[in-house]
């Protein structure tokens, strides 16, 4: 499993791996309400059923080639993901994607964050990886 037992805070906000017990909310925060501009920036469809959605998540979980992390407001309101994904260990690189769920959540400051802290964590790993 690629997940990493790092946890990271900004102004009350949370980041941290996802973990199998974070799959309901999952579906819920991030499936049950896009919104038309989520939708868009992030190449998804209109809906997608739970089954799809936990499947992917499982599979997640388990992939040695990405580290999902999931945002979390200061009430425990899980708001987002950042995901390094198609990690390509040989030619040393990665998709990286990042999604805060509601329109309300954008333009605080966040996804900034989150992507800062994203990049540095997979150069953090790169390094640690790289020289065992």
């Not at 990042?98 to 964590?121: E, H, N, Q, V």
Request: charge should be negative.
């Amino acid at each position: 499993m690629m997940q990493s037992d790092k946890t990271w805070e900004y102004q009350g906000y949370l980041m941290r791996s996802s973990r199998i017990e974070d799959m309901e909310e999952y579906y819920i925060q991030g499936f049950c309400r896009q919104d038309d501009e989520g939708i868009r920036m992030t190449g998804s469809k209109n809906h997608y059923t739970k089954e799809e959605v936990t499947t992917y998540f499982q599979n997640c979980l388990h992939d040695p080639n990405r580290y999902d992390f999931l945002i979390f407001a200061p009430d425990g309101t899980m708001i987002g993901e950042s995901v390094i994904n198609e990690i390509d260990w040989e030619s040393r690189s990665a998709n990286f994607r990042i999604y805060l769920f509601s329109p309300t959540m954008r333009g605080k400051g966040i996804g900034f964050w989150a992507i800062c802290t994203t990049r540095d964590f997979a150069f953090e790993a790169y390094i640690f990886i790289a020289y065992l």
